[in-house]
């Protein structure tokens, strides 16, 4: 059989694209777009077996990139999100789509803890304070972590990660997902919002949950901790709260608009800890990605199911031209 035609669309070099898929041998042809824009995505579609999918969502296949391909027999998103993919139009064409859950789970809790921590010792603030030759031990007012009421919004490896976690330093957990799940602690969102002092924002970002978290309706002086998407807290709606002084403070690893815009109330606003998107990405966790993707992408063409469907097709791919 000819080698499967796989189109590589991370934003990476060619060349580290190619070290990184030889593993693979002689049963893939791999190819990348001319250019990292729509025409080129859409040109290099027709020819493509299976896409390797970029996790910057910037060559995302929607309704009309999978009617671009009619060659496509699997996805392989190399990361947990798989933002604007169009997950429908992909099932009804007959190609499954799979993703890496739970290569970032404690790589991603590990950061909301470390960032909580920081909201709630004001480490970001004494800092700022020593260097500008101050010593406020006074004046800073932090708190303990141990005993306060943490909200975690997802309950997928990253949630139930976050929530052992937390629960280890002596807090309060729930949760709230939009699956059911039998591990104690689940709340519903109205109830988790305004009773906690740090809502942790681990859920996927779909049409369901964009806007999903109102900073508005969470509790007086709490935290909000954001490593999901920044689509699923609203963000004028955040702004407005720590500008008011409604929350004591925010932690975000993402932004409706990434990297965060010059100009953007977040830059200037006291209380508030930027990320750029880095909270999943460590040394261990790259392992654990690559690995799953590599492992994936071989069973694809082997014939064997593949894991982390997540559009209802069947795990074993079929090739549709050989």
């Given at each position: 059989?000819s080698?499967?035609?796989l189109?590589?669309?991370?934003?990476?070099p060619?060349e580290?694209?190619?070290?990184?898929l030889?593993?693979l041998g002689?049963q893939?042809?791999?190819?990348?777009?001319?250019?990292?824009?729509r025409?080129a995505l859409?040109?290099a579609?027709p020819e493509?077996?299976i896409v390797?999918?970029?996790w910057?969502a910037?060559?995302?296949?929607?309704?009309?990139a999978v009617?671009?391909a009619?060659?496509l027999?699997?996805?392989q998103?190399p990361?947990v999100?798989?933002?604007g993919?169009d997950l429908?139009?992909l099932?009804?064409?007959?190609?499954?789509l799979?993703?890496t859950p739970?290569?970032?789970a404690?790589a991603v809790?590990e950061?909301?803890v470390?960032a909580?921590f920081?909201?709630?010792?004001k480490?970001a603030?004494?800092d700022?304070?020593v260097?500008?030759?101050?010593?406020?031990?006074?004046g800073?007012q932090p708190?303990?972590l141990r005993g306060?009421?943490v909200?975690?919004v997802g309950?997928?490896?990253?949630g139930?990660?976050?929530?052992?976690?937390?629960?280890?330093?002596?807090c309060?957990?729930?949760?709230?997902?939009?699956?059911p799940?039998?591990d104690?602690g689940y709340?519903?969102?109205?109830p988790?919002?305004s009773?906690?002092d740090?809502v942790?924002?681990?859920i996927?970002?779909?049409?369901e949950?964009r806007?999903?978290?109102?900073?508005?309706?969470m509790?007086?002086?709490?935290l909000l901790?954001n490593?999901a998407?920044?689509g699923v807290?609203?963000?004028p709606?955040?702004v407005?709260a720590?500008?008011a002084g409604?929350?004591?403070?925010?932690?975000?690893?993402?932004?409706?608009?990434e990297?965060?815009p010059?100009?953007?109330?977040?830059?200037d606003?006291p209380?508030?800890?930027l990320?750029p998107?880095?909270?999943?990405?460590?040394?261990?966790?790259?392992g654990r990605?690559?690995a799953?993707?590599?492992?994936?992408?071989a069973?694809a063409?082997?014939?064997?199911?593949?894991d982390g469907v997540l559009?209802g097709?069947?795990?074993?791919?079929?090739?549709k031209?050989?």
């Amino acid at each position: 059989m000819s080698p499967w035609n796989l189109l590589a669309l991370p934003p990476l070099p060619e060349e580290l694209m190619r070290r990184l898929l030889a593993p693979l041998g002689d049963q893939v042809t791999v190819r990348v777009p001319a250019a990292r824009d729509r025409d080129a995505l859409m040109a290099a579609l027709p020819e493509a077996d299976i896409v390797l999918g970029d996790w910057t969502a910037t060559l995302a296949l929607d309704a009309e990139a999978v009617k671009a391909a009619p060659r496509l027999s699997f996805v392989q998103q190399p990361s947990v999100g798989v933002d604007g993919h169009d997950l429908d139009a992909l099932a009804a064409a007959g190609i499954p789509l799979a993703n890496t859950p739970g290569v970032s789970a404690v790589a991603v809790s590990e950061w909301c803890v470390a960032a909580t921590f920081s909201l709630s010792r004001k480490l970001a603030a004494a800092d700022a304070a020593v260097r500008a030759g101050e010593w406020p031990q006074q004046g800073l007012q932090p708190h303990e972590l141990r005993g306060r009421r943490v909200g975690v919004v997802g309950y997928g490896p990253i949630g139930a990660t976050c929530a052992e976690m937390f629960r280890a330093l002596g807090c309060q957990v729930t949760y709230w997902t939009r699956t059911p799940r039998e591990d104690p602690g689940y709340e519903e969102l109205a109830p988790l919002l305004s009773g906690s002092d740090v809502v942790v924002v681990v859920i996927a970002l779909s049409e369901e949950t964009r806007g999903l978290v109102d900073p508005g309706r969470m509790k007086q002086g709490a935290l909000l901790v954001n490593a999901a998407r920044g689509g699923v807290v609203d963000q004028p709606a955040l702004v407005e709260a720590l500008r008011a002084g409604h929350l004591g403070g925010a932690a975000l690893d993402v932004f409706d608009v990434e990297p965060l815009p010059a100009g953007d109330p977040l830059r200037d606003l006291p209380g508030v800890l930027l990320s750029p998107h880095v909270a999943g990405v460590t040394p261990e966790a790259t392992g654990r990605l690559l690995a799953a993707t590599l492992d994936n992408l071989a069973a694809a063409v082997e014939g064997r199911e593949v894991d982390g469907v997540l559009n209802g097709v069947s795990p074993v791919i079929t090739r549709k031209f050989a």
